[in-house]
């Protein structure tokens, strides 16, 4: 059990379930990776 996960409503079949991180390193610092947010945003 995760007691954490649980108190911000996740039920028992919500943490038995994989879970997937979609992450981007798009920012205004890297202006390189401004594209990656077009990509990212429907996935979201």
């Known amino acids: 059990m995760d007691p954490l996960k649980l108190s911000m409503d996740w039920t028992v079949g919500d943490l038995e379930k ?5 992450d981007d ?4 610092a ?3 990776s401004f594209e990656i947010h077009y990509g990212i945003c429907p996935v979201r």
């Open 18 to 22: 994989p879970q997937i991180l979609v």
């Open 25 to 28: 390193v798009w920012g205004d």
């Open 30 to 32: 890297l202006p390189g």
